[in-house]
């Protein structure tokens, strides 16, 4: 099987100026003659046909690996910053009875000397770690005065219920509990009001 392909057209060339008037009546008469046409082979159009699908193959290829590569990169953009804050809520994790210790010598110091220099240095200590966490996304937990909820509070004793208070509030909170962005780090320790 062979097909026919015109060939495309020359652009006209300047006329020297040494050409003869014969000369340039033949080369006019060449250009304005039908294009020249040429033949190819059975086995070369099957080699152009084969080269256009492995060109169609490979561009496939090409697009569907840049996507794969482009999926890797969101993935683990997203991995690495999970492991980050799982590292993040790890530490702070660590860092929570160290903060209750803190709390129970500035409660203790207060009760012995308020005004002493050490009372107020650990304050100043305590304030900063709590700033230190609260930027690294650290939350303390509502507990006081709201209804229990099992999944921030963890309830260790019940008392009577008093004046104002309905089964199942919060009247004291023994631990304080924390959270960081939607996980619960540590429920607040409880105490519940029943009837």
């Known amino acids: 099987m062979t097909k026919k392909h015109e060939k495309p057209e020359e652009a006209p060339k300047p006329q020297d100026a040494a050409q003869t008037p014969d000369a340039a009546q033949e080369a006019a008469a060449q250009d304005a003659s039908a294009p020249e046409e040429f033949i190819i082979t059975k086995e070369q159009y099957e080699r152009i046909e084969k080269a256009l699908k492995e060109r169609e193959e490979y561009l496939y290829l090409l697009q569907r690996t840049q996507a794969d590569f482009d999926n890797y990169r969101k993935r683990n953009a997203s991995l690495r910053q999970e492991a980050f804050e799982d590292g993040a809520r790890d530490v ?11 709390e129970l010598a500035i ?7 308020p005004d002493s220099a050490l009372c107020k240095g650990v304050q100043m200590v305590q304030r900063g770690l709590v700033d230190a966490l609260q930027k690294l996304g ?5 507990a006081l005065g709201l209804p229990f909820d099992p999944e921030q509070h963890n309830a260790v004793a019940r008392e009577p219920a008093a004046d104002g ?15 960081m962005g939607k996980r619960i780090l540590r429920p607040s320790m409880v105490k519940v009001a029943h009837e």
Request: net charge negative; aromatic share 2%; charged share 25%.
């Open 138 to 142: 650290l939350e303390e937990l509502a």
């Open 107 to 113: 409660a203790s110091a207060l009760a012995d000397a």
């Open 165 to 179: 208070q309905k089964d199942g509030d919060v009247v004291a909170v023994l631990q304080k509990g924390y959270r």
């Open 92 to 102: 702070i994790a660590a860092l929570l009875p160290t903060l209750d210790t803190m």
